[in-house]
């Protein structure tokens, strides 16, 4: 008789669990298996970050702090309350109030240029001309990508927040914020090998005195405000563009409070203040902005040694004669 032929006793303990399953024999079961564990996916919050995804509001007000920290140099701090209830969304592009949805995404833009040229510290402009009119906006980009490209392979690495300006005729060109002391004839050999010998050009300028990442930034900007009904573009298409590996520094908290807290808005305001100072230093310069009655506000400040701020209020530093 053959191995086919042989009745299988499944209650049997000699025979091995493969051969068991071999033979069609389902495996003893030995104990209950571990629940499974909760799959992550985008829209898991950890911790106490769980307000939005539960059935009831939470028991007090929602706040959310955002910190943008480049150092001394510039320090950013935006607040604001929340609503738990979250509203209907409506279709992409298709919103009525498209004028001001505009304005905000021009500050929007703006906003990210300045953190980004924080980021890197770019301290030089970089303009890369076409002598042909282009007004192929992919191209541009795709020659940008190109010139990214050839500068890693020949060792040098340049970091980039860029933009494009329109001139009259119509040729789109790319303005590039970078850091630090640009090798010129290598910055060319590159272009002209993408745009063909004597068919572009590549200027760059140095920091002026006064000049910093920030006024850089608005320096960039000031081309998304001019050419934001003209440059062609798609829906969904950034103004503004960077290499890759550039991480604006973000710390986030959110915490709820209790609805009868007393002057929370006043209070708000005191302690990102003071968090402001704590971080750049008594000797700074703040800007603050603050709208909705306190619920939002906005501050940022950078290192000045020729003020001092106390009490609240800021006063000149006193300059002694020197000796």
Known sequence: MSCQDKPLDSNSSNQKPDARARAGASHPRRGAAPAASSKLDRRTFLGDHTWPHITLPPAGNVWSITIHD????????????????????GEKGASRNRKTNEARARGRAKSTIRKKCLTIGAD???????????E???????????????LSRSGCSMPYVAVLERQQRGALHPHLAVKGFQDVRLLRRCWYKIVGNGQGQVNVRGPRPGSSPVK?????????SKDFDNMPREFEEHRYFCSLGVKVPTEKHEFVLDRRAKDAERKMYSLLRQEALRRVGVCCQLTEWMGGAGTYGWIAGFEDSSIRWGNGNSEPVPITPSS
């Open 70 to 89: 480049f150092g001394k140099q510039w320090v950013e701090i935006s607040w604001g309350r929340l609503d738990p209830i979250q509203g209907k969304r």
């Open 124 to 134: 030089h402009l970089v303009t890369l001309t076409y002598r042909a009119n282009v």
């Open 136 to 150: 192929d906006r992919d191209r541009v980009l795709h020659d940008l990508e190109r010139l990214r490209r050839a």
């Open 216 to 224: 850089l930034a608005r320096y960039l900007s000031k081309y998304i």
